[in-house]
């Protein structure tokens, strides 16, 4: 499970991380990653620690029934869960979730999750 902290919950947050945040697309799922905008912290003042990394995700009805986005809610966030440390503290990261993710197994969607977040951080040109 995602620890509270690191969840995704507002509709601002979803909406920042989407419009103002670069993406990566694959076959199963996009990632949409953004910085947070806090003006009234600096994150390398003494003392201050910056926000955590948050994750949410995005699981329409073309992806199935309510079963099959369940099943690949959980799938996402417990892969989520072992790459938050990959991105920079702050980061607001969605996970939309595309109609062929509910057919997928559960290493297609690791790949997937894996290719897109090391794009993101400029590992891949493409």
Known sequence: MLPTEHRLRRREDFATAVRRGRRAG?????????RERSGATDPH???EDASPTRAGFVVSKAVGGA???TKVKRRLRHLMRDRLGLL?????VV????PG???AAYGQLARD???AITRLLGGGAR
Not at 26 to 34: D, K, S
Not at 88 to 92: A, E, F, W
């Open 26 to 34: 694959r076959t199963l799922l996009v990632v949409h990653v953004a």
């Open 45 to 47: 003042a003494p003392g």
């Open 67 to 69: 079963v099959v986005r």
């Open 88 to 92: 920079p503290p702050g980061s607001l």
């Open 95 to 98: 996970v939309r979730a595309l």
């Open 101 to 103: 993710a509910g057919d």
């Open 113 to 115: 999750l894996d290719a």
